[in-house]
Nanobody, 123 residues
């Protein structure tokens, strides 16, 4: 069974950092582009960024450039989202997703999704 499981969410103060993890099971993560998405209360889900198998990153949200980055550990079938300089507007449920396109990051069409992890940025 193909599955993605996020972890690492929580409450953090503005200016703080968090690292989210997304572990895949049932498929070879290296064969997939991995995306991070988020959905804030009352808003539509938006793309955050996507990491290709090469390690190259495509940013979907300009608001996170310079603050968020991603990495992957294919041996552990895990992808990470490192979030620094967090702001209250980063508060959302964060989802990881995968699409079987290891060399590019599409705008849409991710096939597999995790259940999400809550990130709350508040003092």
């Amino acid at each position: 069974q193909l599955q993605l499981v996020e972890s690492g969410g929580g409450l953090v103060q503005p200016g703080g950092s968090l690292r989210l993890s997304c572990q895949a099971s049932g498929f070879i993560l290296a064969n997939y582009a991995k995306g991070w998405f988020r959905q804030a209360p009352g808003k539509e889900r938006e793309g955050v960024l996507c990491i290709r198998n090469s390690g190259g990153i495509t940013y979907y949200a300009d608001s996170v450039k310079g603050r968020f980055t991603a990495s992957r550990d294919n041996a552990k079938s895990t992808v990470y989202l490192q979030m620094n300089s967090l702001k209250s507007e980063d508060t959302a449920v964060y989802y990881c997703a995968a699409v079987m396109r290891p060399y590019s990051c599409p705008a849409v069409g991710f096939d597999y999704w995790g259940q999400g992890t809550q990130v709350t940025v508040s003092s």
